[in-house]
């Protein structure tokens, strides 16, 4: 479990949508969470997905529009991302749990083993 990929990253306007996915081999056996790092500030947790999809975690500020789901049958996980707007552009990373559960605190990078080379997300008119 080495090898994880971002998909989906770009520029859109304030209010609109993106769907990002991460792919990575065996993903289906564990949690995966989505991350952001805006230039000059720390890498903070978006959203999280336990492996069988029934735990979720959601940071307060994406709550709502954000969306996090994973496809067993295509081993990926996708982040909707909806009413987007400025504080939302960031570099977003997909990450790898140690295991099937969310992590205590997922959204903490140092909970995290795998990590994706991350997308660029710009909301910009």
């Known amino acids: 479990q080495s090898q994880v990929a971002e998909f989906g990253g770009g520029l859109v306007q304030p209010g609109g949508s993106l769907r990002l996915s991460c792919a990575a081999s065996r993903l289906n056996n564990y949690a995966i969470g989505w991350f952001r790092q805006a230039p000059g500030k720390e890498r903070l947790g978006v959203a999280a997905i336990s492996s069988g999809g029934g735990t979720i975690y959601y940071r307060p500020s994406v709550e709502g529009r954000f969306t996090i789901s994973r496809d067993s049958a295509k081993n990926t996980v996708y982040l909707q991302m909806n009413s987007l707007n400025a504080e939302d552009t960031a570099v977003y990373y997909c990450?790898?749990?140690?295991?099937?559960?969310?992590?205590?605190?997922?959204?903490?990078?140092?909970?995290?083993?795998?990590w994706g080379q991350g997308t660029q997300v710009t909301v910009s008119s």
């Open positions: 990450a790898v749990a140690e295991g099937p559960q969310l992590p205590i605190s997922p959204g903490y990078p140092e909970d995290y083993v795998y």
